[in-house]
């Protein structure tokens, strides 16, 4: 069955780290990737997303990702966080010619500290 | 804000009742997605909708149900409720590839 992992549940890091988390699908054929984050109290919202071309791509916010087809994962990344990064990020995947049904990682929590 | 609106914000009810939550997609948009959000299940996909037909079904239960209208609005029927169903329920809608959410509606069942 296709599905999403996100290998850290809980991140805790202080204001100016570095960011990455990590996201890795399973499904062999082409994929819509997508990242999204929920604000406390909030829903969802689309940070960045991947249909084709360059595999890096920019989101809002100083987000970006890097999909490596090879390695089935699609990685979140920021240079530098701020305490309104603190949220929860979802990993989502559409298989494009499969089910084009979105498949949502677990999510992994951040939480920053000033 | 995303442009998709759900209506109520927060519903609380008792179980064994049912209860109605509403969507309305992004002007243009055709696909409507329902989505159960809890602690202890994360985001669920329910039911996708296109055009109003139905066009994938996740995991949802068979006391829920849903429809699209011809204006394209959802509503997300779940009867018979139970302790266990009570959650954030999301409607997210797309033309095309990305989905976007609405701001959920808080089902308490007391």
């Known amino acids: 069955a296709q599905s999403v992992s996100q290998h850290n549940h809980h991140v805790i890091l202080s204001e100016a780290a570095s960011l990455e988390l990590g996201c890795n699908y399973s499904?062999?054929?082409?994929?819509?990737l997508f990242w999204y984050v929920q604000y406390p109290g909030q829903h969802l919202q689309l940070l960045l997303k991947?249909?084709?071309?360059?595999?890096l791509v920019k989101g809002i916010k100083g987000f970006e990702a890097e999909f490596i087809k090879s390695k089935f994962s699609f990685n979140l990344r920021k240079p530098s966080v701020q305490w309104s990064d603190t949220a929860e990020y979802f990993c989502?995947?559409?298989?494009?010619?499969?089910?084009?049904?979105?498949?949502f990682g677990s999510g992994t929590r951040l939480l920053v500290r000033p | 804000d995303s442009g998709v609106t759900q209506t109520p914000k927060h519903l609380i009810t008792a179980t064994g009742q049912r209860v109605t939550l509403r969507c309305s997609p992004r002007s243009g948009d055709l696909s409507v997605y329902w989505y159960q959000q809890s602690l202890d299940q994360g985001l669920q996909f329910l039911i996708q909708y296109y055009n109003g037909e139905e066009r994938a079904k996740g995991n949802i239960l068979e006391r829920f149900s849903a429809q699209q209208f011809p204006d394209l609005h959802s509503e997300l029927n779940l009867s018979s409720l139970e302790l266990g169903d009570s959650a954030l329920y999301f409607c997210?809608?797309?033309?095309?590839?990305?989905?976007?959410f609405g701001p959920g509606t808080r089902l308490t069942v007391l």
């Open positions: 499904y062999g054929g082409t994929v819509n």
């Open positions: 997210a809608s797309s033309l095309s590839g990305a989905q976007f």
């Open positions: 989502a995947v559409i298989p494009v010619d499969s089910s084009y049904k979105l498949i």
């Open positions: 991947y249909f084709s071309g360059d595999p």
